[in-house]
């Protein structure tokens, strides 16, 4: 069975910490993404990767920042975390030639205090 | 910039009646998706729909496509509990590489 793992299922930093969110998949997609979902607002897109060491930005990408050093593994990187930065965090993948839509991993319920 | 619009937000239907969510989009687009989200969980693709009056159906959801008009439907039959879910739909460009995402329909099912 595919899949798009993310390492915690739930977080809780305080403010001004570094934070590392991961996210590995293992059907070899070129693409990764990453996403926050708040109530209302549906998913934002915060950064995504077409491949390895390539990183763009999404619609939020203020106080984040991405990793893609290998091409199953994206990480988000929260330089200094505030508390608007608590909500649910998704990752996902997919093929550049997939119509299957994202895969995505279970989400990281991440609070800041 | 693309944007998503989809209502109503909240939906409470009885068990057994029919409704339909609505999904607007602000840009042309090549494929559109719905997606459910079970609380807790996350999202399971639905359906992809890739061209213009595309028709998909999977048991008690049918989702339909105007590119013309910017808009999907999702349409519920003969509601039953287990369809109690939050459902998002989505859009993107094949040449893209991103998807943006409605806010989201949280539907509650009664008996």
């Known amino acids: 069975d595919v899949k798009v793992t993310q390492s915690s299922r739930y977080l809780v930093k305080r403010t001004g910490e570094k934070v590392f969110l991961e996210c590995v998949q293992d059907?070899?997609?070129?693409?990764m993404f990453w996403y926050r979902q708040d109530p209302g607002l549906g998913l934002r897109l915060i950064y995504f990767s077409y491949d390895v060491k390539m990183k763009e930005k999404g619609d939020i990408p203020e106080g984040y920042s991405v990793s893609r050093e290998k091409k199953e593994r994206f990480s988000l990187i929260l330089e200094s975390a505030s508390t608007n930065q608590t909500s649910m965090y998704l990752c996902?993948?997919?093929?550049?030639?997939?119509?299957?839509?994202?895969?995505f991993g279970s989400g990281t319920r991440l609070t800041v205090v | 910039e693309l944007k998503v619009e989809q209502n109503p937000l909240f939906l409470s239907m009885q068990e057994g009646k029919n409704y339909t969510i609505y999904c607007n989009y602000s840009?042309?687009?090549?494929?559109l998706y719905w997606y459910r989200q079970d609380p807790g969980k996350s999202l399971e693709s639905l359906f992809v729909?890739?061209?213009?009056?595309a028709v998909k159906q999977e048991g008690r959801l049918m989702a339909s496509l105007d590119t013309k008009a910017r808009l999907s439907t999702l349409h519920i039959t003969a509601a039953v509990h287990d369809l109690s879910a939050t459902y998002f739909c989505a859009v993107d460009k094949i040449d893209n590489n991103d998807m943006r995402f409605g806010a989201g329909t949280r539907l509650t099912v009664k008996p």
């Open positions: 840009t042309t687009s090549d494929r």
């Open positions: 996902a993948s997919s093929s550049p030639t997939t119509f299957y839509g994202y895969t």
């Open positions: 059907m070899d997609h070129e693409n």
């Open positions: 729909l890739l061209s213009n009056g």
